[in-house]
């Protein structure tokens, strides 16, 4: 079991930032690899991000590229949402989830981006844009 708890949500202006953290208790962290998903209300989960177990591969969706950045720190057990430039359609819940880290074949074809992929879910934490 893996126990996964986020934090770091709240209300923000558009324009402004906020780091989510994803805090993870129970079997080895670094042995998974780590994914953002949100949820805006009436709309169905969307990926978001992934980092592999070593940070060698890293993914966004096309709409945070270049505002959002995952990292992760395997001492500490947290994978971090770094979110710049928000905008008010990044309005929604935001999910940390973790899998048994894959080969390569996972991630060449995408499989990340599934969310029936992953294994363990975090309760999600609110994350607000006002305009």
């Known amino acids: 079991q893996v126990q996964l708890v986020e934090s770091g949500g709240g209300l923000v202006q558009a324009g402004g930032s906020l780091r989510l953290s994803c805090a993870a208790s129970?079997?080895?962290?670094?042995?998974?690899?780590m994914a953002w998903f949100r949820q805006a209300p009436g709309k169905e989960r969307e990926f978001v991000t992934v980092?592999?177990?070593?940070?060698?591969?890293?993914y966004y969706v096309d709409s945070v590229k270049g505002r959002f950045t995952i990292s992760r720190d395997n001492a500490k057990n947290t994978v971090y949402l770094q979110m710049n430039s928000l905008k008010p359609q990044d309005t929604a819940v935001y999910y940390c989830?973790?899998?048994?880290?894959?080969?390569?074949?996972?991630?060449?074809?995408?499989?990340?981006?599934?969310?029936?992929?992953?294994?363990?879910w975090g309760q999600g934490t609110q994350v607000t844009v006002s305009s």
């Open positions: 989830a973790a899998v048994p880290q894959r080969a390569s074949p996972w991630w060449n074809s995408g499989r990340y981006s599934y969310s029936a992929e992953y294994t363990y």
């Open positions: 129970g079997r080895t962290f670094s042995n998974y690899a």
């Open positions: 980092i592999s177990w070593s940070g060698g591969s890293i």
